[in-house]
C-alpha cells in the first residue's frame, strides 16, 4: 500500500434504516443501554454511549414499514460494538439473556470475545472485546493468527457478576 490511513483513524459510528423506530430504540436503548442524545424529528434518533455526540443512528426516512433486503443481497454483514472490557461484555450478555434476545453465535478469536445476534430488523450486531495486543495469538514470524473457537458463554456470563 503506498499511502496507508492515518492510523489512529477510527469508525465514528455506524446510521441505520430501520422499519420501526419505537423497536429499534427499544432494543439499543431499552436492551444494550445505549442513551437517547437526540431525537430528530419523529423519523430519527441518535444514540450514545457516554458524553459523545451519537455512536449509533437509527432513521426511518426510507424504511418505515419496510423488510429486511433478502439473502444473497449486498450490504452490511454487521455492526460491531466495542466493549472496553471483558466484564463489560458480559454485561451486554447478562441484558440479552434478560431481554430473551438470542444469539447467532459466539466465538474466541483470540484477539477477542465476540457475541453475534440480530436486530430487530435483522440487521447483524457483533458485540466485542478486544484483548490486550500484547496477548493476540501470532506464529513464530509474528503474524496475527485469529482463530475462531467457541466462546465459553458461562465463563463469560460469571464475569458480569465481578465489581468493575
Known sequence: MSNPVHPATRIGHVHLKVADLGRAIAFYSGVLGFEITQKYGRDAVFLSAGDYHHHIGLNTWQSKGGTPPPPGTTGLFHTAILYPTRAALADALKRLIENDIPLDGASDHGVSEAL??????????????????????????????????????????????QPA
Open 116 to 161: 453475534y445476534l440480530r436486530d430487530p430488523d435483522q440487521n447483524g450486531v457483533e458485540l466485542y472485546w478486544d484483548r490486550d495486543p500484547a496477548d493476540w495469538p501470532r506464529d513464530a514470524e509474528g503474524n496475527l493468527e485469529m482463530v475462531t473457537a467457541p466462546l465459553d458463554l458461562d465463563s463469560l456470563l460469571a464475569e458480569a457478576s
